[in-house]
């Protein structure tokens, strides 16, 4: 598959790491699976890994205090 980005590069499976702010605390989620392009290193994360990070950031978000590092494969 083409890059969306910039058009040129292939986009090959990759993991990458996941970063957001939660309420009051940042959550980070390693070894994610992405496509990513192999020339301008756009990633892209496909719709049913989306939907199972936000199904992890709602399970996380009632127990979670400043930081949260989790790996994506133990907690899929």
């Known amino acids: 598959m083409r890059c969306m980005s910039c058009k040129h ?3 090959k ?3 990458t790491t996941y970063f ?3 309420n009051n ?15 301008c290193g756009e990633e ?4 049913s ?7 992890i950031l709602d399970s996380i978000e009632k127990i979670a205090s400043k930081i949260f590092i989790l ?3 133990s907690a899929a």
């Open 9 to 11: 590069g292939e986009m």
């Open 25 to 39: 605390c940042y959550v980070i989620i390693e070894n994610v699976p992405c496509l990513k392009c192999n020339q």
């Open 49 to 55: 890994v989306a939907e199972k990070i936000d199904d």
């Open 71 to 73: 790996d994506y494969a």
């Open 44 to 47: 892209f994360i496909n719709t």
């Open 13 to 15: 499976e990759a993991l």
């Open 20 to 22: 957001t702010r939660l």
